[in-house]
């Protein structure tokens, strides 16, 4: 029988019951390890049937009772018994940890990692709604690190939404604050856009990524989870990934998705690999200040501009699936009409704004130089930085995603 090492006190018990449970426990493991995992069943069954919650070994108990289940369950799908299988996946998920051992954490760890195998077996075999069922019961009974991965495996193919409760057991959706996302391709003005409506609304700023650097921006969920029940504004460079969709799901994020001319954005790139240092941020920083500047942008359009396509079209599927509500928004507008492109998001918010509030905010804003690095901020650049020869790979490149309409882009 599988024990905690802390020491269990049994001398108040019934000798007499003592005996006989420890008769059948023994002869459920034995009927366990060799693979008899329907005779183990009989026995834990009828030794857990004598005894109470608060005895001594109850958890320990229900823990062989688990993985004689997960036995069976293994066996019947051997054999093609769907029907046995699943009966034997819902007894599992009926099985709790109510005794002694309910705040062990090692113990309840071990628990945990049987439910894992018990969700990777009904996972192979394609049963995925079971599957998630089970990785969603191990998460309740512990937060391991590495669980969510089955978790979201599961999602994806069965299309379900996450759960707030999937990611964390502290918040309430009653209590989660409210939350302003910019996804954004590099050199949109995300910047200026997202200090003017952290000003506007007073939302703190939050950058809900593990590192920079040369990671993506991907959603980190300690981060998030530490900061749901604030009111944020936050601005990352991040693709429609199924693990940002969920969390977004989960959370209650719907995003801005916030684009630029893909010309122009070449020219943005080099100057501010050039004279901001932004390629130390790249894996090809060892070479790229000894390029020259057509050779920079060459490699501009091969290593850097097949993300800004893969950008535009998760997006583009995520909002064709209805799974998040988007709101598209281009550089070009944003900088064309400022108070109504910043409108337009507080809006998308179910915010506002006075005019003359958005206006002064704008002008202070531009006033800090340091806070909006927009660049040279002049549209069309790319028609005469590029070459044709250039401007035809950039084009090229959307024919991998035919059902993405990427004219917000420029092409």
Excluded at 373 to 398: C, H, I, P, T, Y
């Amino acid at each position: 029988m599988q024990q905690s090492p802390q020491l269990i006190d049994a001398s108040n018990l019934n000798q007499n019951l003592i005996s006989a449970l420890q008769q059948e426990v023994d002869f459920g493991a034995q009927a366990l390890k060799q693979g008899n995992a329907d005779i183990a069943v009989t026995f834990f069954q009828s030794a857990l049937q004598k005894m109470t919650a608060d005895m001594p070994f109850y958890d320990h108990l229900v823990h062989n009772l688990l993985l004689s289940y997960k036995g069976i369950v293994e066996k019947s799908s051997k054999s093609g018994d769907v029907e046995t299988m699943l009966r034997f996946v819902d007894a599992a998920l009926d099985l709790e940890i109510v005794g002694p051992m309910k705040d062990d954490s090692v113990f309840r760890q071990h628990f945990a990692e049987a439910l894992q195998s018990l969700g990777l077996h009904c996972f192979s075999n394609a049963q995925f709604d079971a599957s998630l069922r089970v990785f969603r019961r191990s998460i309740a009974v512990f937060r391991g690190p590495g669980y969510h991965v089955n978790l979201i495996n599961s999602l994806a193919v069965t299309g379900r939404r996450p759960l707030l409760s999937d990611y964390t057991a502290d918040l309430t959706e009653e209590q989660l604050g409210r939350h302003i996302f910019i996804a954004c391709v590099p050199k949109s003005a995300s910047t200026f856009l997202k200090n003017i409506l952290g000003s506007l609304t007073g939302y703190k700023d939050v950058f809900m990524v593990y590192a920079a650097g040369q990671a993506e921006h991907e959603l980190y969920l300690p981060t998030l989870v530490h900061s749901a029940h604030l009111d944020t504004v936050t601005q990352q460079h991040c693709r429609a990934s199924d693990a940002n969709v969920m969390m977004m799901q989960a959370f209650g994020i719907k995003p801005v998705v916030l684009v630029r001319n893909i010309f122009d954005s070449v020219m943005s790139l080099l100057d501010f690999y050039n004279n901001q240092g932004a390629y130390l941020n790249t894996y090809f920083r060892a070479d790229f200040p000894k390029l020259d500047d057509e050779t920079k942008i060459d490699l501009l359009i091969d290593n850097v501009l097949p993300w800004y396509f893969q950008f535009a079209a998760s997006w583009d599927l995520v909002e064709k699936q209805k799974r998040l509500d988007v709101l598209w928004l281009t550089y070009e507008e944003l900088v064309g009409d400022k108070p109504a492109a910043i409108q337009r998001v507080l809006n998308f918010y179910g915010l506002g704004a006075p005019e003359k509030a958005v206006v002064g905010k704008i002008r202070e804003t531009e006033s800090e130089s340091r806070k909006i690095r927009f660049n040279k901020g002049v549209a069309g650049r790319g028609a005469a930085g590029l070459n044709e020869a250039q401007k035809d790979r950039v084009r090229r490149l959307s024919k991998y995603y035919p059902s993405t309409d990427f004219s917000r882009m420029g092409i």
